[in-house]
């Protein structure tokens, strides 16, 4: 995780970030995927058509239909296998973890400031996990 410009002490503060992250788009009207995806990973950054059309088709939401908080799981889980390639079998317990901490309100280890990538760390995370474990054989 320390290759990445923001890190996580935890898989479930990377979630939980970017839960919040997203939650506070949908507070400022960025609701649609389109509107979340061209914030959330810019065409400068990203192929944001594509973004776009692999999201709203693995959340069953059109590009520009309302996303609200209850559509966030789904939507994570999305930009997760988006940035990742893939869905840790581990992600309902992350997922669990994270949301413990929100209701909690416990902020840990990132300002809001890195909020916006946190895919970067957590991803980095998975891949990692991902590689040691296929090198196991698991």
Known sequence: VSQSRYSFEKPEYGIRALYLNLNSY???????I?????TYAPSSENDTIAYIK?????????????????DLKKLIQG???QENGYLPLSFEDVWSKAMNLI?????VGASVSAL???SISILAYYAANY????????
């Open 34 to 38: 389109e509107k979340i995806v061209n």
């Open 54 to 70: 692999f999201l709203s088709k693995y959340t069953g939401k059109k590009s520009n239909e309302i996303v609200s908080v209850l």
């Open 26 to 32: 949908l507070k400022k009207n960025t609701n649609t």
């Open 79 to 81: 930009i997760v296998i």
């Open 116 to 118: 916006v990538l946190f």
């Open 131 to 138: 590689k040691y474990n296929r090198n196991k054989g698991l």
């Open 103 to 107: 209701s909690k309100k416990k902020i």
